[in-house]
T-cell receptor
Framework: DGGITQSPKYLFRKEGQNVTLSCEQN?????MYWYRQDPGQGLRLIYY???????QKGDIAEGYSVSREKKESFPLTVTSAQKNPTAFYLC?????????????FGNGTRLTVT | DQQVKQNSPSLSVQEGRISILNCDYT??????FLWYKKYPAEGPTFLIS?????DKNEDGRFTVFLNKSAKHLSLHIVPSQPGDSAVYFC??????????????FGKGTKLSVIP
């Protein structure tokens, strides 16, 4: 089955530690995205990548970093510089990254930092 | 400044009736509008979309209407079923330069369909 796999589903970290969230897709999609969802909020874009070895900051990129070394993988690192890292993180992909290309989402990773 | 607004955090509808979810936007440069459905602890799934050059798109029980002059769109679900109970997000697409598009999401409306 084609899809997007995010792991782990739940992640707990101590404050001050960096943590990397995994996102893998086997849909052969060019574009990949990372969103963050907080309670009662919409999805906010952290980073996106249209092609391998290229990515752009979204609306809330501060305190996060990404890499896109392979088409199928787009890991997100939440650094210690992110002031409020506890959230639900969603990875998505789309065929082309154009406006009419729907996003396909993974099932998310819930990160808790204490 | 919220560019995509879903002013109703929640909506309850009887099974078999029509559900109408509303969305307003402020950016006239949005060119596509999409609706996503989300169950708890899962990622959103794409439901239906509409181009800014159209005023209606229908897919089975789901119809999206776009009123560009009012900067308003709505999702109609007829008839509503208990399995439709979920959070519905409105999203709008705009060109962000260098061949890239971005989606801006509303905060969502939680629909409860009562059997």
């Amino acid at each position: 089955d084609g899809g997007i796999t995010q792991s782990p589903k739940y992640l707990f970290r101590k404050e001050g530690q960096n943590v990397t969230l995994s996102c893998e897709q086997n849909l052969n999609h060019d574009a990949m995205y990372w969103y963050r969802q907080d309670p009662g909020q919409g999805l906010r874009l952290i980073y996106y990548s249209q092609i391998v070895n290229d990515f752009q900051k979204g609306d809330i990129a501060e305190g996060y970093s990404v890499s896109r070394e392979k088409k199928e993988s787009f890991p997100l690192t939440v650094t210690s510089a992110q002031k409020n890292p506890t959230a639900f993180y969603l990875c998505a992909s789309s065929i082309s990254g154009t406006g009419d290309s729907p996003l396909h989402f993974g099932n998310g990773t819930r990160l808790t930092v204490t | 400044d919220q560019q995509v607004k879903q002013n109703s955090p929640s909506l309850s509808v009887q099974e078999g009736r029509i559900s109408i979810l509303n969305c307003d936007y402020t950016n006239s440069m949005f060119d596509y509008f999409l609706w996503y459905k989300k169950y708890p602890a899962e990622g959103p799934t794409f439901l239906i979309s509409i181009s800014s050059i159209k005023d209606k798109n229908e897919d089975g029980r789901f119809t999206v209407f776009l009123n560009k002059s009012a900067k308003h769109l709505s999702l109609h679900i007829v008839p509503s079923q208990p399995g439709d109970s979920a959070v519905y997000f409105c999203a709008a697409s705009s060109y962000s330069g260098a061949g890239s598009y971005q989606l801006t999401f509303g905060k969502g409306t939680k629909l409860s369909v009562i059997p």
